[in-house]
T-cell receptor
Framework: AQTVTQSQPEMSVQEAETVTLSCTYD???????LFWYKQPPSRQMILVIR??????QNATENRFSVNFQKAAKSFSLKISDSQLGDAAMYFC????????????FGQGTRLTINP | GAGVSQSPSNKVTEKGKDVELRCDPI?????LYWYRQRLGQGLEFLIY????????KSGLPSDRFSAERTGESVSTLTIQRTQQEDSAVYLC??????????????FGPGTRLTVT
């Protein structure tokens, strides 16, 4: 079974600075998807960024980018120019390409933005 | 268009009572998922529907938990004889559901269940 680990329960960053959230995962599959979700206090899960494992190029979405290291099974999220609206819980998640469609989530990292 | 909706938003029930939680997926989404999120934790998968069949029920924690789906529409998660450990936020998501392709899961706002 796949597992996802986020080792940072809490992180904080000054507004406009850059912060990196860590995620590692364990799988025996060669192809899969990885995701970062944001959960603000409203509880709504919002997809931030995704990465397909067969793609070597790291995904980027505006101020959000990932560092995907397949051999190390590492998938970190970098948020540049942090904004107050980025404050939320961030979850790393894994999904198989074939078969099981469920998302496997990490425990989350609470990100605080200091003005 | 309308997103995934869930009702009720909050539910307080006494230990031992049965509860029903409802999820309305995005129109046209064939796949529907239920997850549970305990306080301060990540989401745990409960069950996955493709149409009205459930090919993956592996996350249901006990036989007190059951779910059904009408066609490619509404789903109901039922918890019988609720226990305090069932207190959590129950999140529903839907997607286009094509295996082998990326298909984003869109989440509802969840139902916060409190068992007293």
């Amino acid at each position: 079974a796949q597992t996802v680990t986020q080792s940072q329960p809490e992180m904080s960053v000054q507004e406009a600075e850059t912060v990196t959230l860590s995620c590692t995962y364990d799988t025996s599959e060669s192809d899969y998807y990885l995701f970062w979700y944001k959960q603000p206090p409203s509880r709504q899960m919002i997809l931030v960024i995704r990465q397909e494992a067969y793609k070597q190029q790291n995904a980027t979405e505006n101020r959000f980018s990932v560092n995907f290291q397949k051999a190390a099974k590492s998938f970190s999220l970098k948020i540049s120019d942090s904004q107050l609206g980025d404050a939320a819980m961030y979850f790393c998640a894994y999904r198989s390409v074939q078969g099981a469609q469920k998302l496997v989530f990490g425990q989350g990292t609470r990100l605080t933005i200091n003005p | 268009g309308a997103g995934v909706s869930q009702s009720p938003s909050n539910k307080v029930t006494e230990k031992g009572k049965d509860v029903e939680l409802r999820c309305d997926p995005i129109s046209g989404h064939t796949a529907l998922y239920w997850y549970r999120q305990r306080l301060g934790q990540g989401l745990e998968f409960l069950i996955y529907f493709q149409g009205n069949s459930a090919p993956d029920k592996s996350g249901l924690p006990s036989d007190r938990f059951s779910a059904e789906r009408t066609g490619e529409s509404v789903s109901t998660l039922t918890i019988q004889r609720t226990q305090q450990e069932d207190s959590a936020v129950y999140l529903c998501a839907s997607s286009l559901g094509y295996s082998g392709s990326f298909n984003e899961q869109y989440f509802g706002p969840g139902t916060r269940l409190t068992v007293t």
